[in-house]
């Protein structure tokens, strides 16, 4: 899946989040694996919602960190592009 501004995902159906401490942590139903994230992950998870493309979510997180739109754009990117490898984030329709 080719990952670009307009893209739009979701939480992948057996993922579940659990905010803990300074991050998070991802589980995985099907396999049981568990993937811990620092606070710039979960806050990404927090606004992945089926509904927002990546650059919405973008914008948001620039609200939240100060940090140059250009290089979140790249590493949020590269991000969600794991996290589908990984089976985590989904397309809506998949």
């Known amino acids: 899946m080719e990952i670009a501004s307009e893209t739009v995902l979701r939480l992948a159906e057996d993922a579940s989040v659990q ?3 300074d991050g ?3 589980l995985l139903a099907r396999s049981g694996q568990l ?3 620092n606070g710039t992950t979960e806050a990404f998870l927090d606004k992945v919602d089926g509904a927002r ?3 919405q979510i973008v ?3 620039c609200e939240e ?3 140059d739109k250009g290089t979140l ?3 949020i990117a590269a991000l969600a592009t794991d996290l589908v490898s990984e089976g985590i984030l989904a397309a809506p329709d998949a």
């Open 19 to 21: 905010h803990v401490g």
């Open 65 to 67: 960190f100060e940090v």
């Open 35 to 37: 993937y811990t994230c």
């Open 53 to 55: 493309n990546l650059d």
């Open 24 to 26: 998070a942590v991802v």
């Open 73 to 75: 754009d790249q590493d």
């Open 59 to 61: 914008d948001l997180l």
